[in-house]
Every structure is written in structure tokens, then in C-alpha cells.
């Protein structure tokens, strides 16, 4: 995480507990990583653990109800195809 970004982060969670999440797809494997922030603290750090997001998304409140997982709770999988993003 760029140290700017990371300041911003640890800046906003005075107000609210924030995540930041990224999954990594190579060679038909997925890792991830996950860093929340609370009151300026750093509660969960998670570097490329196969549950990073979903451990974060539970720090947030995200509940999963009758779905998978909280990934697919919030319906994170719309994102999972990047290459989507830039089709316009």
C-alpha cells in the first residue's frame, strides 16, 4: 500500500474502522491481503492469507446471511474480472 494512501487511511479511521483489501490472481491460485484500521490502530494485517478479505468485511459489520461468504455478501464478485472495468 502507497504510504500516502496508507496515511489517508489511518486519518479516516478516527471517524470510522476502515479496510483496505486487495486479491491477487496468478497462475489459477488467488492470495490476499487485508489492513483495517480503528482510532488510528491497525487491528488486522493480513498479507496474502487465502481469507484476508473476508476476515476484514467481518471487522466492518458485513454479515453473510444465506450467501458463501461476506465477499459475496456485498457482491464483491462483480469486480473479480478487471478487464471489465475499462469496457465502456
Partial sequence: MPDDVKEWIISMSKEETIAYIAA??????VSQSAIVFRNTEKILDID????????????LNVKRDDVYDEFESIKLGRFRNTDD???G
Fill in 85 to 87: 472495468w475499462v469496457k
Fill in 48 to 59: 496474502k492469507s487465502g481469507n484476508g478479505i473476508n476476515e476484514a468485511l467481518k471487522l
Fill in 24 to 29: 491477487f490472481f496468478h497462475g489459477g491460485g
